[in-house]
Every structure is written in C-alpha cells, then in structure tokens.
C-alpha cells in the first residue's frame, strides 16, 4: 500500500494535475478568503468554507480522475494487481494519497485565517469545525472519484462522471427546499444531502451523524471500487 | 511449481479456455504455444492471478492462486503482453517501485544492479521509460518480472515486435534465466520454441493439443523422411532414375519450376538417408542440383497437422503433387 501511495504523490508532481490543483484549490481559496473575510470586514469563517465547498466540487475529480483510469490505459494495473499487493491496499493507497493532496492544500488555505486573528475576534472552535467538516466532505467526494475513475479508462469520462455525482449529491439540497415542508421525502433528502448536513457545522454544531454519514459514504465507495476490482477478475 | 487442473474460462457463451489441466516441475522451461486468440495470455493471466477461471483450480508451488493470492503472487514474476511501465519514471525509479510494490527485503542496490546488468539496460537507468525504444522497453519490462528474484517467470509473447538481433538476445537472456528458474513463456511463433523450451504445450480454440518434449514432439510426427529435391533434368528420367534408389519409397514431381530445374518430393523409409545417393546418381548423370530441404519434420508442418486434427479435419497437403507417372 505504501509503495502505491507514494508513486501516487510522486505521479502528482511529476505530470501536471498536482501543480494545476494546488494552482487553482490555493489561488481560489485566497480570493474567497478576501472577499469573505477581509473585503467584507468580518471575521465569520463558515461562508469561506462554503464557497471552498462548492468549489472542492469541481476541483476535486481532478485530482481522482487519473487514479484507475489511466492505470487501466496503460496497461499498468496488471502489474499491481499480479504483485502480492492486496486490492484493499491498491485501494486505499491512492485514495490516500489524494487525500493527503487535499488535506495539504486545505491546510495552507486555512493558514490565511492566522491573519484574520490579528484584527479580529475569531472562534477558533468554530474555524476547526469548519475546517474537520470540508475535510470530511473532500474525502467523500474522493472517495467517489476514485470509484468513478475505476470504471472508466477514459480520465475525462472519470473527472465528468466524479462532478455529475458530485452534484447529484449537492444538489439534494436545492431539490428539497422546493419540496412542501411536511412531505416525507424531504426528510430522507435531508439525511443524505451533502450540503445539507455541511449545514449543521456552519451554524456550529459537531453533528456526530453528521461525521458517521460522510464516514459511511466514504467506506461505501471504496469497498465499491474495490468489489470492481474483485469483480473484473471474473468477467 | 505449476498445476492447474480443468481449468474452465467463460466469457458468455464463448469458452477462452476448455477443461486445461498440466503440471510444471521445477526448473523446467515451458513453451505455450497456439495461435493468436488460443488462450495461451488467458491461461497466463489466471495463472498469475490477474484473472479468475470459471472453475478448476490453480496451484503455484502447492499455494492455490485464488484462495491464498498473496502468497503465490510473492513467488511469480510476470511480464504481461504488454509491458506495464509507467511512462512518467525512470527505469531506476520503476525497478525500485516495483522493488518496494514486491515488499523485497535484499539488499536493493546489489538486486537492482545485478538485474539491471543481467537484461543490459545499465545504459538507460536514469532515462525517463516513455524516451525508450521498444527493445529498451521489454527489457526493462522483463527487469520488472525479474525483480524479487521470483521461483517462476511467465513471461507473454516476450519477443513480440523486436528486431531479429534483440529476439535473439531476449532469447539467450531466458535461457539464461532458465538456470534457476522455472519459466513459461507464450509464443505462437514456433523457431521460438524449438530454441529456447525444452517442453511445449499447444493450446488451440481453449484445449491442449499436444504436450510433449519439444525433440520428442518433432520425432513422433515423423512418418518417414522426405525431401524436397531441386534438379535440372528431363524429368520422367530423373523420377525413373530417383525411384531405383535403394530405400526411395516414392517420387513425386510437384510441379514447381526453378529455371531449368524441377521440384521432387523424395520419400524414404524410415531410418534410411538417401541425401547422398540421390546426389551421387545426379552427380553421375550431371544433373545439377540446386536445392534439397526436409519437408515436414519442422514445428510448422507439425503444428498445422496438429491443428487441423483437433478441428478434426483431414490433414491438407502442403503442396499440391502430381504423380510423373
């Protein structure tokens, strides 16, 4: 798992896609911080992390649309998956290593908040919450790409494929504050609503189904990519 | 080393793979041989657990490759049709991930280098691998197999689009490799076979054909000896004369015209080489002779005759012969 995680890392910064993410996910953050924050003299921190979310949509199949697909392209996973390495492991090595992409640049965007703390009062407790909240959201939406990315040879079918379910999931949200208050649909459009449940740690709450969803949704979409990868052997 | 019993691949209603059952003893080189789409990369494939069979079981030295994958996997190097490299590293970089992807626990700098050397691409270590030629590229994809100092090697079609002179030293190199390894290797060109396997196994539509030592295969189809005689001469004295050879079963003429000279297939009982009396009659008679060659004791001849007997169709001549008489 290690040896894949870190040729992983590697390929990111050896081809384009890990600068062209860092690029646009660090470049982004810094106007969204300043319009948020700065321009608009407040030292509220959720809607930056609102805007990273909706940006993350996009940006993120980037980062997973090369995982499988290309390995499939080139022929390459026949050498992973001959090697006495488990699928599990093949798995979880480049699910990891986008992550820690992720994680990384995140990390450096919320470094801008430093500043914020030197003109105003921020609530730290509520910085973090923010911040562990689009963690958990990236990492389902990686886990999605990365699922996505195993069914396809073709990265652009992958990194389209990532955002349309992506949006799928997001867009729960619009679909349901159209729906009439009391029908029972809307409140299973609430359980599994991305956007929704990123709500709860806006307003500041450590919603800990919260936390179990995004964890769940996660481990549904690696065991997938993994069940194509058991199951491929068998067609 | 290898047992694979019944082994059953479907892929809808189209069988890759019908009922293949052998065994591989240690240190023996293996030829799988069989036209393109025969199964011999399908076979390969579930035997190196990148596939999974439909039923029957593979053993890699006693350890079933799809209950205990890991462990069998640990003992196979595979080279697969295509060489897996990465485009994007070095071949320094790629031997050393392969080398960590393995989980190998020699001295890497000596195991490296000694690979490195064995399949000569020193030369290109710090070259990025989509730079390299085709020849470069298979070799560093044998590099890869080798890596870990695996018990078997299987490699796929190992000399598919090289030059002659790179087939040849890919060639040498698994002879080499064979010392201390038990190698299978798939081809469907047969020259490969008979001068690198010391077994062969042919595989058509699914099913083995043939499983025998590569000198015993070429000897057991041998029913009699012909040759294929080019001689300038009117021809119904040559055949007259031909045929009062001592040990001549028969002549043909076969109809083929070379400037002045005619085609003859010489037939001879078995055990007799009438070579040198039929030159030393035309010698006598000044009757120039301009080519004389075996006709059907190579592979090629054998495996068409094979083939087609599994199809279960009559053998076809090679040359359509016209008695002279």
Redesign the interface.
Same mark, same amino acid.
């Given at each position: 798992m290690? &040896?894949?995680y =870190? *040729?992983e890392m *590697? &390929?990111y910064f050896?081809?384009v896609i890990g600068y062209v993410f860092l690029v646009l996910f660090l470049a982004l953050g810094g106007g969204i911080f300043c319009l948020t924050t700065l321009f608009a003299m407040s030292a509220e921190v959720s809607n930056f992390f609102t805007y990273m979310l909706i940006f993350s949509a996009v940006i993120l199949p980037l980062l997973t649309m090369k995982s499988f697909s290309d390995e499939r392209k !080139? =022929?390459?996973?026949? %050498? %992973? %998956?001959? !090697?006495?390495? &488990?699928i599990t492991g093949m798995v979880l090595g480049k699910f990891l290593a986008a992550l820690t992409m992720f994680a990384g640049a995140l990390f450096v965007n919320s470094l801008y908040f430093l500043i914020l703390y030197r003109y105003a009062e921020v609530k730290t407790a509520h910085l973090i919450g923010n911040f562990v909240a689009l963690l958990l959201v990236g990492m389902t939406f990686i886990a999605i790409g990365v699922f996505v990315s195993s069914l396809t040879e073709n990265q652009l079918t992958a990194a389209v494929g990532t955002m349309a379910i992506i949006l799928l999931f997001l867009g729960i949200g619009i679909i349901n504050s159209l729906l009439p208050a009391s029908f029972w649909l809307r409140y299973v459009f609430d359980c599994v609503s991305i956007f929704t449940r990123f709500q709860t740690f806006v307003n500041g709450y450590f919603d800990l189904s919260s936390l179990l969803y995004y964890l769940s949704v996660t481990v549904v979409f690696v065991y997938l990519t993994i069940r194509v990868y058991d199951r491929r *052997?068998?067609? | 080393m290898v047992k694979v019993e019944n082994l059953v691949k479907r892929y809808g209603q189209n069988y890759a793979l019908n009922d293949v059952s052998f065994e591989i003893g240690e240190g023996e080189i293996v030829g799988l041989l069989g036209p393109n789409g025969a199964g011999k990369s399908t076979t390969m494939n579930i035997l190196t657990g990148y596939l999974s069979s439909t039923s029957g079981k593979a053993y890699i030295d006693g350890i079933d490759i799809l209950e205990h994958p890991i462990e069998a996997k640990s003992i196979i190097g595979f080279l697969p049709e295509q060489p897996p490299l990465y485009q994007d590293m070095t071949v320094e970089e790629y031997l050393n991930f392969v080398y960590e992807l393995k989980g190998c626990t020699f001295d890497r700098e000596a195991h490296l280098n000694e690979i490195i050397n064995v399949v000569k691409i020193a030369d290109v270590r710090k070259r990025l691998i989509k730079n390299l030629s085709k020849g470069y590229k298979q070799r560093v994809g044998i590099a890869q197999a080798l890596v870990g100092d695996p018990k078997l090697i299987v490699f796929d079609e190992p000399t598919v689009g090289l030059d002659p002179k790179q087939i040849l030293e890919i060639r040498n190199l698994i002879r080499t490799l064979s010392k201390n390894h038990t190698v299978i290797l798939s081809t469907h060109i047969l020259a490969e076979v008979q001068a690198v396997c010391e077994r062969v196994i042919i595989i058509n539509h699914g099913k083995i054909i043939a499983d025998e030592k590569t000198s015993e295969l070429t000897r057991a189809i041998e029913e009699g000896y012909q040759y294929e005689v080019k001689i300038c001469g009117p021809q119904r004295d040559v055949v007259s004369a031909l045929e009062k050879i001592r040990g001549v079963k028969s002549v043909t003429a076969t109809g083929e015209r070379d400037s002045d000279a005619y085609g003859y297939v010489v037939e001879s009982d078995k055990g007799i080489d009438v070579r040198k009396p039929v030159f030393n009659l035309c010698a006598s008679k000044s009757w120039a002779i301009l080519g004389m060659a075996p006709v059907g004791t190579d592979l090629e001849t054998i495996f068409i005759r094979l083939v087609d007997r599994s199809n279960g169709q009559v053998p076809e001549r090679k040359a359509q012969r016209r008695s002279a008489h």
């Amino acid at each position: 798992m290690l &040896s894949i995680y =870190k *040729r992983e890392m *590697r &390929s990111y910064f050896t081809g384009v896609i890990g600068y062209v993410f860092l690029v646009l996910f660090l470049a982004l953050g810094g106007g969204i911080f300043c319009l948020t924050t700065l321009f608009a003299m407040s030292a509220e921190v959720s809607n930056f992390f609102t805007y990273m979310l909706i940006f993350s949509a996009v940006i993120l199949p980037l980062l997973t649309m090369k995982s499988f697909s290309d390995e499939r392209k !080139a =022929k390459t996973e026949q %050498l %992973l %998956l001959t !090697a006495p390495v &488990s699928i599990t492991g093949m798995v979880l090595g480049k699910f990891l290593a986008a992550l820690t992409m992720f994680a990384g640049a995140l990390f450096v965007n919320s470094l801008y908040f430093l500043i914020l703390y030197r003109y105003a009062e921020v609530k730290t407790a509520h910085l973090i919450g923010n911040f562990v909240a689009l963690l958990l959201v990236g990492m389902t939406f990686i886990a999605i790409g990365v699922f996505v990315s195993s069914l396809t040879e073709n990265q652009l079918t992958a990194a389209v494929g990532t955002m349309a379910i992506i949006l799928l999931f997001l867009g729960i949200g619009i679909i349901n504050s159209l729906l009439p208050a009391s029908f029972w649909l809307r409140y299973v459009f609430d359980c599994v609503s991305i956007f929704t449940r990123f709500q709860t740690f806006v307003n500041g709450y450590f919603d800990l189904s919260s936390l179990l969803y995004y964890l769940s949704v996660t481990v549904v979409f690696v065991y997938l990519t993994i069940r194509v990868y058991d199951r491929r *052997r068998y067609n | 080393m290898v047992k694979v019993e019944n082994l059953v691949k479907r892929y809808g209603q189209n069988y890759a793979l019908n009922d293949v059952s052998f065994e591989i003893g240690e240190g023996e080189i293996v030829g799988l041989l069989g036209p393109n789409g025969a199964g011999k990369s399908t076979t390969m494939n579930i035997l190196t657990g990148y596939l999974s069979s439909t039923s029957g079981k593979a053993y890699i030295d006693g350890i079933d490759i799809l209950e205990h994958p890991i462990e069998a996997k640990s003992i196979i190097g595979f080279l697969p049709e295509q060489p897996p490299l990465y485009q994007d590293m070095t071949v320094e970089e790629y031997l050393n991930f392969v080398y960590e992807l393995k989980g190998c626990t020699f001295d890497r700098e000596a195991h490296l280098n000694e690979i490195i050397n064995v399949v000569k691409i020193a030369d290109v270590r710090k070259r990025l691998i989509k730079n390299l030629s085709k020849g470069y590229k298979q070799r560093v994809g044998i590099a890869q197999a080798l890596v870990g100092d695996p018990k078997l090697i299987v490699f796929d079609e190992p000399t598919v689009g090289l030059d002659p002179k790179q087939i040849l030293e890919i060639r040498n190199l698994i002879r080499t490799l064979s010392k201390n390894h038990t190698v299978i290797l798939s081809t469907h060109i047969l020259a490969e076979v008979q001068a690198v396997c010391e077994r062969v196994i042919i595989i058509n539509h699914g099913k083995i054909i043939a499983d025998e030592k590569t000198s015993e295969l070429t000897r057991a189809i041998e029913e009699g000896y012909q040759y294929e005689v080019k001689i300038c001469g009117p021809q119904r004295d040559v055949v007259s004369a031909l045929e009062k050879i001592r040990g001549v079963k028969s002549v043909t003429a076969t109809g083929e015209r070379d400037s002045d000279a005619y085609g003859y297939v010489v037939e001879s009982d078995k055990g007799i080489d009438v070579r040198k009396p039929v030159f030393n009659l035309c010698a006598s008679k000044s009757w120039a002779i301009l080519g004389m060659a075996p006709v059907g004791t190579d592979l090629e001849t054998i495996f068409i005759r094979l083939v087609d007997r599994s199809n279960g169709q009559v053998p076809e001549r090679k040359a359509q012969r016209r008695s002279a008489h």
